[in-house]
């Protein structure tokens, strides 16, 4: 949809919170929508093809290093260059066992943490208790758009 044509038609913004539709008229908003859908589908169609390039660069990066320790490699053209990384995440599945094999290091080599992670129904709670709320850091998260159909 041309996005000119889009603001220039008679078109309704419908507003919808949870299951209460309402109809509006923002110009703006409208134009602000249709873009945001096309930007969208050219932003999908891009990363599509960066992943096709993404696939070729890693794929070379793991036959030249073979059995390398290295985690990057760098590839140029001219002035061009892309660096692949090659990460790992390494997480204990059996730190029972683990700790058996490893016995007095086990607390040298392995980090062992406690999260505290509060469910929905406490923030409901810290809006009514100040007490709750000061021991809490209540923070919004950054608002995200989503094409819907």
Same mark, same amino acid.
């Given at each position: ?21 309402? =109809?509006? &008229? ?11 859908? %096309?930007? #969208? ?8 093809? $960066?992943?096709?390039? #993404?696939?070729? /660069?890693? @794929? #070379?990066?793991?036959?030249? *290093?073979?059995?390398? !320790?290295? @985690? ?5 053209? !001219?002035?061009?260059?892309? =660096?692949?990384?090659? !990460? ?9 066992? /683990?700790?058996?094999? *490893? ?5 040298? $080599? ?15 709670? @810290?809006? &009514?208790?100040?007490?709750? $709320? #000061?021991?809490? !850091? ?5 608002? %995200? ?5």
């Amino acid at each position: 949809m041309n996005i000119t044509n889009a603001t220039k038609e008679t078109k309704v913004l419908e507003v919808k919170i949870g299951r209460k539709k309402t =109809q509006e &008229k923002d110009r703006d908003v409208e134009a602000a929508v249709a873009k945001f859908i %096309s930007v #969208k589908a050219k932003i999908e169609e891009l990363n599509e093809k $960066l992943n096709e390039t #993404k696939v070729v /660069l890693i @794929a #070379k990066g793991r036959k030249v *290093l073979g059995e390398d !320790d290295a @985690a990057t490699i760098t590839f140029g053209v !001219d002035d061009d260059r892309v =660096q692949v990384k090659f !990460d790992y995440e390494i997480k204990v599945s059996d730190s029972v066992k /683990l700790k058996s094999i *490893l016995g007095v290091r086990f607390d040298d $080599l392995v980090r062992t943490k406690t999260e505290y992670t509060p469910v929905k129904k406490l923030k409901e709670m @810290a809006s &009514k208790n100040e007490s709750i $709320l #000061k021991c809490i !850091d209540v923070k919004e998260k950054s608002p %995200s758009c989503t094409v819907v159909k």
